[in-house]
């Protein structure tokens, strides 16, 4: 009995707070009397249906640490920074 409380406020919450464009399938008013009305079957169709995933709520991506020596700009920058040997000494 609490997890279908839960569940239902938990997937009311979510889709009130949802932007309207993340929602599919069906208008928001709709999703919240389907929720409230068929507590269990409301909240888990919510949530496994009623709301899209956007970019924008994944969590961001860590961006890996290339070493000096995979890095293309690094190394491309590396000719230009050395001092050119020398044809021969001048006196």
Known sequence: ???VIGVTI???????RS??????TLPKP?????IVLIP???????ILFGRQSSPGNQP?????TVGPDDD??????LDVRRPKPDDGEKK
């Open 1 to 3: 009995m609490l997890a």
């Open 19 to 24: 932007a309207d464009d993340e929602i599919r």
């Open 72 to 77: 293309p700009e690094f190394l491309r920058n």
């Open 40 to 46: 269990l079957l409301g909240g888990v169709t919510w």
């Open 60 to 64: 961001p991506r860590r961006l890996r």
């Open 10 to 16: 938990y997937a009311a919450i979510d889709c009130l």
């Open 30 to 34: 709709l999703w919240l009397l389907f």
